[in-house]
């Protein structure tokens, strides 16, 4: 996920199942009570956690937005909450919930386990996710042998308690700020609504939830939820930022991994700055071959020379800057027009958004581009879901904060060169991010991975991905011993996505072992 404000701060936000019990007893209606744990190698004193009774049940009392609800309402699916500790370190204090959607397997007789989903983000829903999944799925090998199951990772969506910093209105207003003036008066005022918003999420959420969202932590839920749904060993499918998880997974519980897709790396080797920069350019060379696209129709709104194109974008945004466009009761920025375009980056299939919304944005209208922008931050029906603010709170404690000034302006510089389409034409900025000013520390920083007796991973990585590019899947492949399946394409992540070479290696991996050859292709 990326947001909008300078060049840099776009891209700086951006083994066998185990048995089954039933439990007899009086659950709610329409609720079924389960035990399947303890399952596999259980960490001392956390046997109440690995072994707890789940009820599944309907899955729509868990959206919190619109959107979620039509997603849980897919045929099939069924929801519960997993009791985990806030702190591993106190497994006897304060504990909290997480949040999982399951789609059982099609032949239950052959189950091969559970196959648990995340589709990154940071701060995305899982649950969500593997309801998307269901009908990519339906009569695939993967289908019939896998339970998919998606999770809200600790303070994701419908997980307990939730990451809210701000209010709708609150969030609604902090998009009209643009923040783009990098002058000394500009920087200070910048950095006085990043304490702010810093202050807010520690009031509002609490610095000890805040510590422990990092994806070492979320890892540490993950095993836990192994053990719940029955499993010894853990069969996971990684998305983006779930590459994150998966990895961290993977150094802390390298013997019980079964089988991991991770799609749309991040190589844990990169500097962080050296990520956002790789990741502007891979967003500059898919608005290029977009605007490739667009010189090709008759009423492109970038023109007929490509050369021209970033320009062309620029001068379609700027005017914002200063005069927003009126959209019903709310107004679309300059920050939501550059998000709203991002968003539609991230695939080709979304060009065509694209093409209508800078159509729009030529005639002084911003419907398309403002219901682009509203998808990228998870505004629906009027309402926020947590995915912004669990962004910036994930964020900040798996990534060490830049806080050397002159490495701030350096790093805007370097991204504002790699994206010229996203240059807003002011000098480098040296406006510290909220992480500078966030109440928690850190846990994480960049290092190759310790994965003794990790089984053979697959990580899958396409050429013009936009958000995570190809090398980061390369050198994941290469830090974790896996397996790299290289797809030819534009476009962010590409496993179940209908792609036939693609899905067929990624399943026979995941339901027998088999790797695709090494150097496979598939496009």
């Known amino acids: 996920m990326i947001a909008a404000r300078t060049a840099l701060a776009v891209l700086s936000m951006l083994v066998l199942a185990g048995c089954s019990t039933v439990i007899t007893g009086t659950p709610t209606a329409g609720t079924t009570l389960e035990r399947r744990g303890p399952a596999g190698a259980i960490p001392p004193g956390l046997e109440r956690f690995y072994g707890q009774q789940v009820a599944w049940s309907p899955c729509e009392p868990f959206a919190t937005v619109r959107d979620d609800r039509t997603a849980f309402r897919t045929k099939g699916v069924e929801c519960t909450r997993v009791e985990v500790p806030l702190d591993y370190a106190r497994p006897d204090g304060q504990t909290i919930r997480v949040a999982m959607l399951r789609r059982p397997a099609e032949d239950q007789t052959h189950r091969i386990g559970s196959l648990l989903v995340n589709p990154g983000g940071p701060g995305a829903s899982g649950m969500v996710a593997a309801a998307s999944l269901v009908e990519h799925v339906q009569g695939t090998a993967l289908g019939k042998g896998f339970d998919l199951v998606g999770f809200d990772p600790r303070g ?18 902090e998009r009209l700020d643009n923040d783009v003036d990098t002058s000394p008066a500009g920087v200070a005022q910048t950095e006085r609504e990043e304490k702010d918003y810093a202050a807010r999420c520690a009031e509002r959420v609490g610095t000890p939830l805040l510590a422990t969202v990092g994806s070492r932590d979320v890892a540490r839920d993950m095993d836990v939820l192994r053990s719940v749904l029955g499993d010894a060993k853990l069969s996971y499918l990684g998305f983006s930022y779930g590459t994150r998880i998966g990895t961290a997974y993977a150094e802390q519980f390298p013997a019980t991994v079964r089988a991991m897709v991770l799609d749309g790396a991040l190589d844990p080797d990169q500097d962080p700055v050296d990520e956002v920069v790789a990741q502007v350019a891979g967003f500059q060379g898919a608005f290029d071959k977009y605007a490739e696209h667009c010189a ?11 050369a021209k194109a970033s320009a062309k974008f620029r001068a379609l945004v700027q005017p914002l800057v200063d005069r927003p466009i009126k959209v019903g009761d709310r107004k679309l ?6 998000t709203g375009a991002i968003a539609a980056l991230y695939d080709d299939q979304l060009w065509q958004l694209l093409d209508q919304g800078l159509a729009e944005l030529a005639r002084g209208e911003g419907k398309v581009l403002l219901f682009l922008a509203d998808s990228y931050y998870g505004r629906s029906g009027g309402e926020y879901s947590t995915l912004t603010d669990a962004f910036a709170a994930i964020h900040c404690v798996d990534d060490p904060p830049l806080t050397d000034r002159a ?6 510089r370097r991204a504002r060169a790699a994206a010229p389409f996203l240059d807003n034409g002011q000098p480098p900025s040296t406006a510290l991010d909220v992480c500078a000013f966030w109440p928690v520390p850190s846990t994480s920083k960049p290092g190759t991975p310790q994965v003794p007796g990790l089984a053979p991973v697959l990580v899958i990585s396409t050429t013009g991905d936009p958000a995570t590019p190809y090398q980061a ?3 994941l492949a290469e830090a974790l011993h896996g397996r790299l399946l290289t797809y030819e394409g534009t476009q962010h992540t590409a496993f179940l996505q209908d792609i036939r070479c693609v899905d067929a290696a990624g399943i026979a991996y995941l339901v027998d072992g088999t790797l695709p050859a090494e150097g496979t292709r598939c496009g």
Do not use: F, H, K, M
Not at 156 to 173: H, K
């Open 156 to 173: 994701v969506g419908a997980s307990q308690p939730p990451i809210r910093c701000l209010t709708t209105e609150e969030r609604d207003a």
């Open 296 to 306: 090709q129709t008759a009423r492109c709104p970038l023109g007929p020379d490509r």
């Open 333 to 338: 920025s300059y920050d939501d027009a550059t």
């Open 407 to 412: 490495a701030v302006a350096d790093a805007d």
């Open 473 to 475: 899947g390369v050198g």
